[in-house]
């Protein structure tokens, strides 16, 4: 007998409608992933090609230099590697800040050998304290950064003269503070040289900070769903949320796990993690990110919705110089000592190859700062596989450049086709 609720005029029950059945987990997983994987083809076509092609760039560099020599792939050279795209990855960040304007910033390899010497002079010949050594070469960066920026804002000169004439300026002033010394050697045990030697040798770090990496990704993501479905925006499920998260606690503790086999975790690389994910989270959640974004999609759209232009910009080259800074100390670091030719040579051309390579757009308003982390990636894997596999250095110049050829090339088809789909 069918039970149900009793009509109060002719008195004949009458069944309930059907609840509709509740799909397994598993089926709702399943879905999930079959919705991810069709969003994330629409987007393809669309042209947001996103990381994808950097990480199969990555896959096929270390596929072919493991192939090659099975060292490439050994905790000892992975931990080198980690250690060894920090300077310069760091001065790729702030080259992120500027592109996001559609700028060009010539200047940060000078900036970074302008702080090195400032830190080595001040902290060697003159006995000042590391620690205030350190901040004021970072301070310097900023300072020289902020003049450039306010000079691009307000003249409207295009940002790569600006920083061309700041390249050559700063090139100077570095030699000049160096004076004919050369070369002058850091103290091996000082704060600079421990930023690049010192690890984290108990296993518990690592795995720690690998969980903990996860869980936050995971918690970002959840609160970030439950406000945009309190909203009544679109939002993703909580099966995606726990697929990323996943995926990310498998990344994240194979390398721990690779990293505690040689001598832990770097802190070089914690530094740089920390730092790319903060402003990760300055660009895409605070409105001082959002209007670098807008003022990369038109200058012209943002001075007319009152944004203010010339403080956004030269907030930006203020970033980016402060990031060359601080690289340069971390370059300094790694090999301990300050040269006359220190931020000079490819140091330029690599930290700009790679935000591009990374998936940093040149025309701006598209990026973020982890572009500048994929890209370091594959520059210095390229780098070391030659290294091991005694490749002549040309060989390894001509691969990276038809690598960043390849990237401008992904990106302006990638744009080509976000107008056709009314997206640019």
């Not at 949320?241 to 040689?262: D, E, K, M, P, S």
């Not at 209007?291 to 943002?302: C, D, K, P, R």
């Not at 300094?332 to 000592?337: G, N, P």
């Not at 450049?401 to 390849?406: E, K, N, Q, R, S």
């Amino acid at each position: 007998m069918v039970k149900g609720t009793r009509d109060m005029t002719d008195g004949t029950p009458q069944a309930r409608p059907a609840e509709p059945a509740k799909a397994p987990r598993g089926q709702a997983a399943g879905r999930a992933v079959e919705n991810w994987v069709s969003h994330g083809r629409r987007r393809l076509r669309a042209g947001e090609v996103g990381s994808l092609p950097v990480i199969l760039v990555l896959a096929v560099v270390w596929i072919t230099f493991q192939s090659l020599n099975s060292n490439f792939l050994s905790p000892r050279n992975l931990s080198n590697l980690s250690v060894d795209i920090v300077g310069t990855g760091l001065i790729a960040v702030g080259i992120v800040f500027v592109l996001l304007l559609g700028e060009l910033d010539l200047s940060v390899g000078s900036i970074s050998g302008l702080a090195a010497a400032i830190f080595a002079v001040l902290s060697v010949d003159n006995g000042v304290p590391e620690w205030l050594a350190l901040i004021i070469a970072v301070l310097a960066g900023t300072a020289a950064g902020t003049v450039q920026g306010y000079s691009f804002a307000r003249t409207r000169v295009p940002a790569f003269v600006v920083t061309l004439a700041g390249l050559l300026t700063w090139s100077g002033l570095m030699l000049y503070i160096l004076g004919t010394r050369g070369t002058i050697n850091l103290d091996e045990n000082g704060l600079v040289a421990k930023l690049t030697s010192y690890y984290f040798t108990d296993d518990a770090v690592a795995y720690g900070l690998a969980a903990l990496a996860a869980g936050l990704v995971f918690l970002v993501s959840f609160l970030d769903r439950q406000r945009r479905q309190a909203a009544g925006m679109q939002h993703r499920s909580l099966q995606v949320i726990a697929l990323r998260a996943g995926a990310l606690a498998v990344i994240a503790f194979t390398v721990a796990y690779l990293l505690n086999r040689f001598q832990g975790l770097p802190l070089a690389l914690l530094i740089f993690l920390v730092v790319v994910a903060g402003l990760d989270v300055l660009l895409r959640r605070t409105h001082y990110g959002r209007q670098i974004y807008a003022l990369g999609g038109s200058v012209e759209a943002a001075r007319r919705a009152s944004l203010h232009v010339t403080r956004v910009q030269t907030a930006v080259l203020a970033v980016s110089g402060t990031m060359a800074a601080v690289g340069g100390l971390f370059l300094a670091s790694r090999i301990t000592s300050v040269s006359q030719s220190s931020g000079s040579g490819v140091l330029l051309l690599n930290a700009i190859a790679a935000a591009v390579i990374g998936g940093t757009s040149l025309f701006g308003g598209r990026g973020s700062t982890w572009s500048a982390v994929l890209g370091m990636l594959v520059i210095q894997s390229i780098a070391s596989g030659m290294a091991i596999t005694d490749t002549p250095v040309a060989v390894q110049f001509m691969i990276t450049g038809g690598v960043l050829f390849a990237a401008v090339v992904i990106d302006a088809l990638s744009r080509r086709s976000q107008e056709a789909h009314g997206r640019a």
